[in-house]
């Protein structure tokens, strides 16, 4: 043979097992789903790496899924490289999953951030369903979640609160300009207080950004955090494209291994402050998450992992999970409030009848502050902190939106697009917390957390209250 004719017989050749691959995959698809309708196929896929370049335009990926809602409907399928994905743009849809097929979706996809970041599958946020799963599900539900978790959890938030509070009219009082003001970053200032409480509750610890020897701390372990969910909701390539994985291609998953190994010497530092000569002291009066998670393992292993690997993993996974978007949440809906000046004077107002100006606000005092819950729901409803869910994967076939949905497919629900949806959220594009308090009053957001800590910020950014000069920036 020619040699000038080697690159095309093996571009041929790769054809050819392209097209072998899809085939059977196509036969197989159809043989799992017994003759029943299957959901409609995106067009313009790639051979072997699917609808990627779709998803790589111009627009945010949860932006161009829900564009393809208005022409497949609210269910439909796309390839992530080799890998057949469902994308779900329906709220009744979303809702049938999540009821009617709930253990089915259970369980997460494999991805090399999973892998790396995710003590190889020890967080037990990323674990495929099986025993370990529900081992670490049932001790989160019934430690982290019981009752005296929750009221350790608020003494916590309101001292944290109060110390914020001080820190912040210090701040004003050294920094204010000739007409009594000074600018805030509440981002940064945000950032500070839910990590302090996430930390306080978690692993026992606090630090005060004040101070020059915390702050280098803290932001060793902000850059490790940011790192963390950078790397999380990356793309990998090889994640798409298995085979492509050894190549790690934009070097993403060395940056993994970096950044895991930093955030597990910060856990390994915890654990050790923990023991005291090499011994965990059991007789502590105010025990956090670390404590509690020693108590439950006893030492024991689970799956494979040891109880070190379980207790940094899972402490892990609630300062993660508790940090970050409550931050987000927050700056979206102070932001929101001040661009809406008339929906921060209602807040204002509420605050003022059910609180008063003398005191803060309590925990107690939520249940009636309805309209500062119901701006708490508008700003997730507008502005979730992904807005598209972690995919997960069918662990067998079932039927979805009347469609037959074969074992191993990925779901992805796009949250954005559900809680944009102009036939259940009249324009769906305002902010208008009115909302939750008419049409979809009855609509349950477990915000309380967010609540008291919007309730404080209302009342302490306006002018007419204490720190009337603060202002964000």
């Not at 392209?18 to 043989?31: D, E, H, I």
């Not at 820190?167 to 000074?182: A, I, M, N, P």
């Amino acid at each position: 043979m020619d040699l000038l004719d080697l690159p095309t017989f093996g571009y041929t050749v790769l054809l050819a097992l392209t097209l072998l691959f899809f085939y059977s995959k196509l036969k197989k698809s159809s043989s799992a789903s017994g003759g029943k309708a299957a959901p409609p196929v995106a067009a313009g896929a790639w051979p072997l790496i699917g609808h990627l370049p779709l998803l790589g335009g111009p627009l945010a990926p949860h932006e161009t899924l829900g564009n393809l809602a208005d022409k497949y409907g609210p269910a439909y399928m796309i390839r992530i490289g080799v890998h057949p994905a469902l994308v779900v743009n329906s709220r009744d849809v979303a809702k049938e999953i999540f009821t009617t097929n709930d253990m089915v979706v259970s369980s997460r996809s494999k991805f090399a951030a999973a892998e790396h970041l995710g003590y190889n599958y020890a967080m037990f946020g990323f674990s495929p369903y099986g025993q370990y799963w529900r081992e670490m599900r049932k001790i989160t539900m019934l430690e982290v979640l019981s009752n005296h978790r929750i009221d350790q959890l608020k003494k916590v938030f309101v001292s944290e609160i109060q110390g914020s509070l001080k820190q912040l009219y210090k701040t004003w009082g050294e920094k204010k300009d000739d007409s009594g003001k000074v600018l805030v970053e509440m981002e940064k200032h945000f950032a500070d207080l839910t990590l302090n409480v996430i930390l306080r509750t978690v692993a026992g610890k606090r630090y005060n950004v004040a101070a020059q020897e915390d702050r280098q701390v803290v932001s060793r372990y902000r850059k490790a955090l940011r790192d963390f969910f950078h790397l999380s909701g990356i793309f990998v390539l090889g994640d798409a494209v298995p085979f492509l994985r050894r190549m790690d291609l934009g070097g993403y998953e060395k940056w993994m291994k970096k950044t895991a190994r930093e955030l597990d010497e910060i856990a390994d530092g915890w654990l050790d402050d923990h023991r005291k000569g090499g011994r965990w002291d059991e007789n502590k009066k105010e025990k956090d998450f670390m404590d509690v998670m020693n108590s439950v393992l006893k030492g024991a292993s689970l799956a494979g992992y040891d109880a070190d690997t379980i207790n940094k993993a899972t402490s892990l996974n609630m300062i993660l999970a508790g940090s970050d978007t409550t931050t987000v949440t927050l700056i979206w809906g102070l932001s929101l409030m001040l661009n809406k000046p008339r929906t921060l004077k209602k807040a204002q107002e509420e605050l003022d009848a059910h609180v008063g100006r003398d005191r803060l606000v309590n925990e107690s005092d939520i249940g009636k502050l309805v309209y500062i819950q119901a701006i708490v729901k508008e700003t997730l409803r507008m502005y979730p902190p992904a807005p598209l869910s972690a995919p997960r994967e069918l662990s067998e076939s079932c039927t979805i939106g009347g469609y037959e949905i074969p074992q191993g497919t990925r779901l992805i629900v796009n949250l954005h697009r559900i809680q944009r949806d102009p036939n259940v959220w009249p324009e769906p594009s305002e902010f208008m917390p009115e909302r939750f308090l008419t049409t979809h009053k009855d609509v349950d957001v477990r915000g309380s957390i967010l609540s008291l800590c919007l309730s404080v910020v209302v009342g302490e950014v306006a002018p007419e209250h204490r720190l009337h000069s603060t202002c964000c920036t």
